[in-house]
Nanobody, 123 residues
Framework: QVQLVESGGGLVQAGGSLRLSCAASGRTFSTYMAWFRQALWKEREFVAAISWSTGSTAYEESVKGRFTVSRDNAKITVNLQMNSLTPEDTAVYYC?????????????????WGQGTQVTVAS
């Protein structure tokens, strides 16, 4: 089992920044870590992913150039730096861990999930 705990959510004004963190514990074997988000009345959507081994990343189109995903292998932590936030970024953000050998943009590719952290961007 892998336990994931997110932190860093909150309320921010449009144009502002937030940094989310996800700490992994337990049986920490995984290949990719990802961030998903789910806005009210909408389906959960992929935001970004990173490979533990290579550090290669993938981003959803609307966050490219604004969000940066990074990992700290020693601390077994994944971060999501979010800049230039807009009200459309308002959602619950989830950290997820995958054991697949290739990056997945589908929630089906991730077996382990955190409890989520709320991000609210005020206009």
């Amino acid at each position: 089992q892998v336990q994931l705990v997110e932190s860093g959510g909150g309320l921010v004004q449009a144009g502002g920044s937030l940094r989310l963190s996800c700490a992994a514990s337990g049986r920490t074997f995984s290949t990719y870590m990802a961030w998903f988000r789910q806005a009210l009345w909408k389906e959960r959507e992929f935001v970004a992913a990173i490979s533990w081994s290579t550090g290669s990343t993938a981003y959803e189109e609307s966050v490219k150039g604004r969000f940066t995903v990074s990992r700290d292998n020693a601390k077994i932590t994944v971060n999501l730096q979010m800049n230039s936030l807009t009200p459309e970024d308002t959602a619950v953000y989830y950290c997820a861990a995958s054991t697949w050998t290739t990056v997945s943009r589908s929630s089906r590719g991730y077996a382990y999930w955190g409890q989520g952290t709320q991000v609210t961007v005020a206009s």
